[in-house]
């Protein structure tokens, strides 16, 4: 026995008297625990009674234990010194003695936690009330009466310490009392008719949502939550609360009482529905936002399904919206994306879903068209029109009047729909189609397009992975003077696919340029031609032969363009002098001046230029004067039928002219004939290329 002296011995004589150590939980001790640690705040509390050499515990919440050792307790402290213990070092810990008035400490009530914590003044009192209220309960216990403590005056006294609504309930679920936070965040003169004065305090939206769930708890006996709004006194407001009651019982398991708290959860309602409104909706137009609408649609999709009715997708882009965020700076961009939302909303029923998808895209969900698929057709092609026709009109940004049309893609969805983000492709695709023709209408949904859509990506994967794996190689085709000698050769690129074999430029370049694989890909045609052209170089008798290459317009405007080129020519040992570059004329369309000036940083090296396909595109004689040229090169379309049409021999002949008078080779391409080479000769052509002198072979078979 720790101690032996005799206020030890009557002490646990005291204790052994009221009969609690080693008995079952009981509820309303329970809830004295649970009630402190939200007093306190803390995950943990404990109701414990001291033995000799034991703490063991009545009631607790967040520990598993229920007895430990004395000397190991900070419960023998209070035990020892009569009062509060406090501890607040690397753990917290704060136990008040429960005790009779003028007796010894029986047990302890505390609260605890794993990092320092600090309570207030009234959080301490709050602990002591409780304490004292254990006390009571313990006397109640002993004398066999009904366990009325926590509504005499210690109770009460506890409630009104509190900073939240505390109230009480008779077994048949009548208010009987509730403390002196209600009366002061409601304004009441007094309480004494509480069972009526809290609901005359709700909302009247909640009333009848609120007594229905509170008479389930009393008719089923079991513990009540609910949140409904209270008016407050200092400013007429309701605001949200968070109620919490739960039953105490007798020895026998009937309800004796029903205590409970009443939290304020207003500003935290608020918070998280605003943290909701963020996740769900687009902040700029206040229009749900992709995850809102892909739930919403597949909703929809799942409704229309069963009883096979159609709705349908509309996908709405903005035209050349680029522009005004250019123009008008991204604050009259962002009005314009606000002002379309609106337009959008009162044109479409009220059902009806409207969303913002991202950027200038919107999304239309209509809903209920109808059984057949026609006539759902012409309601949702009623509505895009509709669209069409109210965002037509000009739209007012900060003084700046604008016109701004959409392009709109529309998906049917009925019984036989897709998944949602399948819905949603097709409807993409649709809206592209209406792009690709003219723009300012709108496009249904056609499965041709999808499946053009399909090889087109499947198309770019392999791309991808044969850029990867090294499947790519260039085809050398010879060029001829006019004296009929090998002059150089043009590099060609070839594609060499696992499964379809040789792949030529004109099924995957157009692909390459769209998706930017173009840029390595050129990269990559450029070295390879400049290896080639060292090669070429160390043999006494190919060394005077040129390489063309051909560079596309966007892998020309790169601005690392000039010292790629240079790098790839250093690396390989290449003589600048013997690489030609072929040019595109749609290269011509913008910025002609930075095109010189590129143009003239290689051929500071030795570098020449052709510009391809002449008389094809967008060349002036004005771009022809400035550039710096080296040669021409007549496009296949003119020499094919230079010997039947008399428009294209006038063409070739004025193209040949013209190189001569600029001092510039001209050469001909796709040459099949001699008398198709005899005659372009006779026109003035320096150079040749095409099947009649060699197709296009690997550099090992030339």
């Not at 501890?87 to 320092?116: H, K, N, Q, T």
């Not at 759902?376 to 007012?396: E, M, Y």
Request: aromatic residues 6%; proline residues 4%; negative net charge.
């Amino acid at each position: 026995m720790p101690f032996d002296h005799r206020d030890e011995l009557n002490r646990l004589a005291a204790l052994r008297a009221y009969d609690i150590l080693d008995t079952a939980p009981e509820d309303c001790l329970d809830g004295l625990a649970r009630l402190a640690a939200q007093l306190a705040g803390t995950p943990m509390a404990a109701l414990s009674f001291v033995d000799a050499t034991r703490v063991w515990r009545k009631a607790a919440v967040g520990l598993d234990e229920r007895e430990l050792a004395r000397d190991d307790a900070p419960c023998g402290q209070v035990v020892a010194c009569g009062d509060a213990v406090i501890v607040d070092a690397e753990r917290f810990y704060a136990g008040m003695p429960v005790a009779p008035p003028g007796g010894d400490v029986l047990g302890v009530l505390a609260v605890m936690d794993d990092v320092p914590r600090a309570l207030t003044a009234a959080q301490l009192d709050g602990l002591r009330t409780l304490a004292a209220a254990a006390m009571a309960q313990l006397e109640s216990r002993r004398s066999r009466r009904a366990a009325t403590g926590p509504q005499d005056e210690r109770f009460r006294q506890l409630a009104d310490a509190l900073p939240y609504i505390v109230w009480s309930a008779t077994p048949d679920g009548t208010v009987d009392f509730a403390n002196r936070s209600v009366v002061d965040y409601a304004g009441l003169a007094d309480v004494r008719r509480i069972s009526e004065q809290w609901i005359e305090l709700l909302h009247p939206d909640d009333v009848e949502r609120t007594l229905a769930a509170w008479s389930e708890a009393v008719r089923t006996e079991s513990v009540f939550s609910g949140e409904y709004r209270l008016r407050r006194a200092a400013d007429d407001v309701y605001r949200w609360h968070l109620a919490k009651g739960m039953p105490i019982r007798d020895g026998d398991g009937r309800i004796t009482k029903w205590y409970g708290t009443t939290t304020d959860i207003h500003d935290m309602k608020v918070a998280h529905e605003a943290i909701g409104s963020l996740a769900f909706y687009d902040t700029l137009t206040g229009l749900p936002n992709r995850r809102l609408l892909m739930d919403r649609l597949a909703h929809a999709v799942a409704e229309h399904a069963r009883p096979a009715r159609f709705g349908a997708v509309l996908l709405l882009d903005l035209d050349n919206f680029k522009s005004i965020n250019d123009t008008l700076g991204h604050d009259n961009g962002d009005l314009l994306l606000d002002l379309v939302a609106e337009r959008l909303l009162a044109g479409v029923a009220a059902p009806d879903v409207v969303a913002r998808l991202g950027g200038d895209e919107f999304v239309i969900v209509l809903e209920d068209l109808g059984t057949l698929e026609e006539a759902a057709a012409r309601q949702a092609g009623d509505v895009a029109r509709r669209i069409l026709a109210a965002l037509g009109t000009p739209f007012d940004l900060a003084g700046h009047e604008r016109h701004v049309t959409p392009s709109i893609g529309v998906a049917l969805f009925g019984a036989a729909a897709p998944g949602v983000s399948e819905l949603l492709k097709q409807a993409d695709l649709a809206m592209y189609q209406a792009k690709a023709a003219g723009r300012n209408t709108f496009c249904f949904f056609e499965p041709a397009t999808q499946t053009a859509a399909v090889a087109r990506a499947g198309l770019e994967a392999d791309l991808r992975q044969g850029l990867a794996r090294g499947e790519f190689l260039l085809h050398y085709q010879p060029q001829l003077d006019a004296g009929g000698m090998v002059a150089g050769v043009e590099a060609l690129l070839r594609w060499q696919h696992p499964q379809r074999g040789i792949v030529f430029p004109a099924e995957f370049i157009p692909l390459a340029e769209q998706t930017g694989l173009i840029l390595p890909l050129g990269q990559w045609v450029i070295e390879e031609a400049c290896r080639e052209l060292a090669q070429l170089g160390a043999d006494a008798a190919t060394r005077h032969l040129q390489v063309a290459v051909n560079v596309s317009a966007r892998q020309f405007r790169q601005p690392g363009f000039v010292a790629d080129v240079l790098a790839a020519l250093s690396g390989a040992g290449a003589n600048p002098r013997r690489l030609g570059i072929e040019l595109t004329e749609s290269l011509l369309v913008e910025d002609i001046d930075s095109v010189v000036a590129k143009m003239d940083a290689l051929k500071r090296h030795g570098v020449r230029f052709a510009l391809d396909d002449f008389g094809t595109g967008y060349s002036t004689l004005t771009c022809l004067k400035r550039l710096p040229l080296d040669r021409l090169n007549i496009d296949r379309s003119f020499v094919a039928n230079v010997l039947h049409d008399t428009r294209d021999f006038a063409i070739v002949n004025a193209i040949a002219v013209l190189g001569r008078s600029l001092g510039i080779d001209v050469i001909a391409e796709g040459v099949e004939t001699p008398a198709q080479r005899d005659l372009l000769l006779d026109c003035g052509c320096t150079a040749l290329q095409g099947h009649l002198f060699g197709r296009p072979v690997p550099a090992a078979q030339r």
